[in-house]
């Protein structure tokens, strides 16, 4: 189950996805690169991590790559960490050294997750500074690439 919805006055994004898996299996997938890169971004592309430090103030900054080797950069602040039922992180592209590119929004996360009986909830709020930043991310496809990429966790977790 996908849940997807989009509030354009608050400026926020909410998703919630159910795993049948239990509950510290999907926090190591949501926290480290290793599984990570095996499931974040939509085929054909792959996520693959230069560097995390999964701790308050840490950060992971990583690339999403095409099949042709194009590369998009992003990197990830964490603000709060709360093993293993959420996490804070404020994610922005970059360039490969993670300095913040002009002309796109900071997403800010909020990640979530519950466990009962080896079924995981995992619910996601994204907030933007303004509706400009929502709005982009909605135009560049987010919530199709998105969706993409937490089936493939999906599979990852089967």
Sequence with gaps: ???FSKDFAN???HIVREFKAPHEKVWSA????SLLDQWWGPKPWH???KTM????????LYAMLSP???????ICTYQAIDPPNSFKHTCVFSDENGKPLANFAAMHWLVEMSGNKGVTTVNITITFDDITGLEQIVKMGFEKGFTMG????????G
């Design 1 to 3: 189950m996908i849940s």
């Design 11 to 13: 400026k926020t994004m």
């Design 30 to 33: 949501w926290t480290e690169s």
């Design 47 to 49: 996520a693959e991590t």
């Design 53 to 60: 430090d999964f701790k308050n103030g840490g950060h992971w």
């Design 68 to 74: 042709e080797g194009q590369a998009h950069w992003s």
């Design 150 to 157: 937490l089936n493939q966790l999906d599979e990852l977790l």
